[in-house]
């Protein structure tokens, strides 16, 4: 069953569901057998151990052993089935004290006794004796996760967290079950469950918990240090907060000079974001817009103005130790109440989802069946993270971590009430800012509209986004990720100015890290009552400061045409009609003077008219392709076989088999990949090889392996392959390769 053992008792069953072994979400969270306590960790197959229930368990004090259950004579007891978040504001008396007294406990030093936190920023682990501190590293510092950055970007710190990825939001529901964890380790309040701030809402200021520095206690009436307030972190100094800039970001037009159409009226800006990130229809979009209210409130709570070194400590605007600093973000309290709703974001867009009738199963979760560090390492002592650290293993809460929340409904609206009014916010003209953003941290980017195309003045306070990453330098082939994200400002256009204009956007600031990485946000239009999507690019006959991105994907589940406009109000591009084409500028190109309907899989290749050169800049790469598994590996006879190489590898997690003398082709449709062999298990398993960045692209699709000489040789198994471009390896694009004389489809290296 791959478990470290399994030891299995009788007990004496309650239920009949124990007895007919029919077990999902109805797993007891935790049971009393025989006066002994064992606590629930997964849902999983036992009936090869013949027990009664489908349900494995662990005891505090042997968390590496495994338990399930037959018939027999002890007693039992279930202590408690699906612990319950409820919204912060709702928390009665008892509960907030509660939830007081258990960070007070969780803070205190001397009180974790788990496996020593040294990480790259700091190795000495006596700093992270408080059970709080130790979940809180997971995130960010000391650096727990010293191969995540390496293939990305060199200035990296060894941050364990995923951003701009679609892991963010299964690491981030881990994270939180971890700082959970650590404010139950007091027994006292092992009952405690962390609350979820709805901060969609318009506030005027901070909740009551985390306001101010010190609190009443609502029960005892005593007047505590609020542990909600600011943290310390270890050998650095407390965290800080700018509420005021968030407060004033999120305000919907209230109070200020701008107008606005009011087609949304009321709805704060945050719960504009959120509800259109939840029109999506499939977790990768999805996943990719709901990270931008996130950035938001990371990025406005420790904001600091554009062009501001972050060394500068001594300007108090420089601050590090801030929600907007992604390295020290976690340990400030506000991050669990606050990361809490996100998770409660994705937990409403799982009921979407289902409601939609699109299955789990009929969607791509790209990386789902990857190790999400430093949950899957030697620093997790609690099973409960430990035992579900891949992606997959955290869709169903329920049964993952025994959780529900209070009631699924945001701004008052259940899941089918919110359904309906997600599909009629299409009932209107709407217009987005569809940008490409980098993998770097970019606190401010800050653009303009544009009408016509030569008047780009036209400004607005919310004319702005961000991104939120632990790289803080720029690198090369920082943006990678082609996902558009949609930002709608629709409701921001002055008097006189609808999004049925032909209206464009320009840059107007961004952060000193990402000069090299800001690029131009083409114009979407949706027409009123459809899924059409319209996506202008605005051609300049002078060179622009900031240029549109190389290449971008449209969204697969609505209709997307491109046009480009110049600057005399006319339709003009050049299209080429492949990549070898496009690559080297030939002749064969045609010049259209039509919009062009995106559909297929096929790329499509653009280059810009009033600009001469064959340069990068003056060119694009429009596609509507997400695969989401490899093509898999296919032998052919005499023994060469062909394999779809892509990040996420761990279809072959196992190995595979190549008979001696014979080549392996990977094949790849898209992205930019190499082909690598390492000398050693170790450097294959972290990740760590020399010259990261200097092995460059094929030209074509393909490798062939060995790239010469006689094929695979048995004398040098077995050969560690990776991708050594950007952060792919420790992606999991790698494979290990054993030379065998039989092999088959099905053989591996195990």
Same mark, same amino acid.
């Given at each position: ?453 030569? %008047? =780009?003045?036209?400004?607005? @306070?919310?004319? &702005?986004?961000?991104?939120?990453? !632990?790289? $803080?330098?720029? +690198? ?107 690559? %080297? =500028?030939?002749?064969?190109? @045609?010049?259209? &003077?039509?919009?062009?309907?995106? !559909?297929? $899989?096929?790329? +499509? ?146």
């Amino acid at each position: 069953m791959g478990w470290t053992s399994l030891f299995v008792i009788t007990l004496l069953p309650l239920l009949d569901y124990f007895i007919l072994g029919v077990i999902t979400s109805d797993c007891c969270k935790r049971k009393v057998v025989g006066g002994l306590t064992y606590n629930l960790i997964k849902a999983g197959p036992t009936e090869e151990y013949q027990c009664l229930e489908n349900c494995i368990y662990s005891k505090d004090d042997e968390p590496e052993q495994n338990y399930c259950f037959k018939q027999g004579n002890l007693s039992t007891e279930c202590q408690g089935h699906l612990r319950v978040r409820k919204n912060l504001a709702n928390l009665t008396k008892q509960e907030t004290s509660d939830l007081l007294h258990a960070l007070i406990q969780a803070k205190k030093s001397g009180t974790y006794a788990g496996p020593r936190i040294n990480g790259t920023q700091n190795s000495n682990y006596s700093e992270f004796n408080s059970n709080y501190n130790p979940a809180a590293s997971f995130h960010g510092y000391p650096g727990l996760c010293p191969g995540a950055t390496l293939g990305e970007n060199p200035h990296g710190k060894a941050d364990c967290c995923w951003h701009g990825d679609p892991r963010f939001l299964p690491w981030h529901r881990l994270i939180i079950m971890q700082l959970n964890e650590a404010l139950r380790s007091n027994k006292t309040y092992e009952h405690v469950t962390l609350p979820y701030w709805d901060w969609t809402q318009n506030f005027e200021k901070l909740p009551y918990l985390i306001r101010d520095p010190f609190i009443t206690d609502p029960i005892t009436s005593e007047k505590l240090e609020n542990p909600f307030f600011h943290s310390l972190i270890p050998q650095k100094n407390f965290t800080k907060r700018s509420p005021e800039i968030l407060i004033n970001y999120n305000k919907y037009c209230g109070g200020d000079t701008e107008n606005c159409t009011k087609s949304y009226s009321g709805l704060s800006k945050l719960m504009n974001m959120t509800l259109t990130a939840l029109e999506e229809t499939t977790y990768v979009n999805f996943e990719s817009m709901i990270e931008l209210p996130h950035n938001q409130v990371h990025n406005q709570l420790g904001f600091i103005p554009v062009g501001c070194d972050d060394s500068n400590s001594s300007d108090p605007l420089c601050y590090p130790y801030t929600m907007k600093n992604n390295t020290y973000a976690s340990f400030d309290p506000i991050f669990m109440i606050f990361h809490t709703m996100v998770d409660f974001q994705w937990a409403v867009f799982q009921a979407l989802q289902e409601h939609r009738g699109i299955p789990y199963a009929g969607d791509c979760h790209p990386y789902f069946d990857t190790q999400l560090p430093p949950f899957s390492t030697h620093y997790n002592s609690y099973q409960a993270t430990k035992s579900h650290s891949q992606g997959h293993e955290t869709v169903d809460y329920k049964t993952a971590f025994g959780y529900k929340y209070d009631e699924l409904k945001l701004n008052g609206m259940n899941i089918s009430a919110l359904n309906v009014h997600l599909e009629r916010r299409n009932n209107i003209d709407r217009i987005f800012a569809g940008f490409s953003l980098p993998n770097i941290h970019i606190p401010r980017i800050t653009f303009n509209a544009c009408y016509p195309i030569t %008047n =780009c003045n036209i400004s607005s @306070k919310y004319f &702005h986004i961000s991104t939120l990453h !632990s790289n $803080k330098k720029g +690198y090369k082939n920082a943006y990678k990720n082609s996902i558009l994200h949609y930002l709608e400002v629709t409701d921001h256009l002055p008097p006189g100015l609808n999004a049925s204009h032909d209206i464009g956007f320009k840059i107007v600031s961004t952060s000193s890290n990402a000069k090299n990485f800001t690029f131009t946000p083409v114009s979407i239009f949706r027409k009123a009552g459809t899924q059409k999507d319209r996506i202008t690019v605005q051609w300049h006959e002078d060179k622009e400061e900031y240029n549109y991105a190389p290449f971008f994907e449209v969204r697969p589940n609505r209709t997307n045409s491109m046009r480009f406009l110049l600057e005399n109000g006319s339709i003009g591009v050049y299209q080429y009609p492949d990549k070898d084409s496009f690559q %080297n =500028c030939a002749a064969n190109r @045609k010049l259209v &003077h039509t919009e062009i309907e995106i !559909s297929g $899989k096929e790329d +499509y290749y653009f280059q810009n008219p009033l600009q001469t050169g064959c340069q990068e800049e003056n060119k694009l790469v429009v596609n509507r392709r997400k695969p989401c598994k490899s093509s898999g590996l296919v032998r052919e006879t005499g023994g060469n076989a062909t394999i779809g190489w892509q990040v996420d590898m761990t279809a072959f997690s196992n190995g595979i088999c190549m008979k001696p003398g014979s080549f392996l082709t990977f094949h790849w449709s898209e992205d930019t990949h190499n082909v690598t062999q390492l000398q050693n298990e170790n450097n294959f398993n972290d990740c760590t090889f020399p010259n990261i960045g200097g092995y460059s692209a094929p030209p074509t699709r393909h490798i062939q392996f060995p790239r010469s000489g006689n094929g695979f040789q048995e004398d040098e198994t077995p050969y560690y392959i990776v991708c050594p471009l950007y952060d792919h390896c420790v992606k999991g694009m790698k494979i290990k390769i054993c030379i065998k004389e039989n092999c088959s489809s099905s053989t591996t290296c195990t």
